[in-house]
């Protein structure tokens, strides 16, 4: 049996039996007005953060979840989206289609606004997706590309950007880890089916998007998760895990390399109202100005004494350098 048809059966037995404890996200359950999240939606949220960030979704976006779960995140994107087949819901699992399905009948009965025929649900594969080229404004994945080995994970990504429109988003939440695991771990079918033994370091999964062409990285939020202890993992120190939210831009490729926001900022403090690099980066007096690790690198190269450069937050909301 291969990885993915293990992956397969344990998200097939989720969706047969409702599973609150096979991921573990500490994410509120959105509050908007007129929405109500079904309750069997939020037992069946299979994911490691949110994929759900309203400033991706003004002006009806077209959107792809890959790996709908039990439906929870696609009815929060069809709130930004109330037009029929706005949302495109894909999975590989049949049961896990046939429960989305029945949970969008228990959300329309709470929720006035919301038709079944908002989603689109379409069974498919990530590393073959049944969409056009070009045709998706916002895409996403919650804890799907950590289960990928490295192979199948480079295909799941160049599909996601062929599928994005230029300057499309995919935005994603998946376990990562700074630490090495033993093969044994990593060998783990089940444990990677479960999130835990496919996790990167965060700049291993940065460069797994930034091959497949994508310009601009956004880290959002880098939060605990997972702990793999001795007691009851096959491993002999402890071994921490995080999940990132990271949102992906299909933007050209700069000459000089992508540009990766991590949640730096510079302040300029010197004498003149501001400082302007001659590059684009103008920081006024006084101002944090966020800015990606390439300008971060390029502005203290300057060797100035008068501009502040914090660390990595791993926290980045927009309004930065590019």
């Not at 496919?198 to 601009?216: E, M, N, P, Q, R």
């Not at 990766?260 to 501001?274: C, E, L, M, Q, V």
Request: glycine share 8%.
């Amino acid at each position: 049996m291969s990885y993915l048809e293990t992956t397969h059966n344990v998200y097939k037995e989720a969706a047969l039996t409702p599973d609150v404890g096979l991921c573990c996200t500490t994410n509120p359950i959105w509050e908007l007005p007129g929405l109500k999240i079904p309750r069997i939606m939020q037992e069946m949220n299979y994911g490691c953060g949110s994929t759900v960030h309203a400033r991706d979704l003004t002006n009806n976006p077209k959107m792809l979840y890959v790996g709908v779960g039990g439906g929870m995140e696609l009815l929060q994107f069809a709130y930004f989206n109330r037009n029929k087949g706005g949302v495109i819901g894909l999975d590989v699992v049949d049961e896990m289609l046939e429960a989305s399905r029945k949970n969008f009948k228990i959300a329309e009965a709470q929720n006035d606004w919301f038709k079944s025929d908002f989603v689109d649900l379409r069974k498919g594969d990530a590393m073959d997706l049944p969409v056009e080229d070009n045709s998706i404004d916002v895409a996403a994945q919650n804890c799907l590309f950590n289960i990928f080995k490295s192979d199948d994970l480079k295909k799941a990504i160049e599909e996601m950007h062929r599928v994005l429109k230029p300057h499309g988003r995919l935005v994603m939440s998946d376990p990562t880890c700074e630490q090495p695991m033993n093969d044994e771990l990593r060998n783990d079918e089940r444990l990677r089916a479960l999130c835990l033994s496919g996790s990167l370091t965060i700049a291993d999964y940065v460069k797994a998007l930034t091959d497949a062409g994508f310009g601009t990285i956004e880290i959002r939020a880098r939060k605990p998760y997972r702990i793999l202890d001795p007691k009851n993992y096959p491993t002999d120190e402890l071994i921490y895990i995080e999940s990132i939210e990271v949102a992906a831009i299909k933007d050209p490729m700069p000459e000089d390399g992508p540009c990766i926001f991590t949640g730096k900022a510079a302040i300029y403090y010197g004498d003149a109202a501001y400082f302007d690099d001659g590059l684009g980066h103008t920081l006024l007096k006084n101002q944090p100005l966020a800015i990606c690790d390439k300008t971060a690198a390029a502005l203290q190269s300057l060797g100035r004494d008068d501009i502040f450069f914090s660390a990595s937050t791993f926290h980045y909301d927009g309004g930065g350098c590019c």
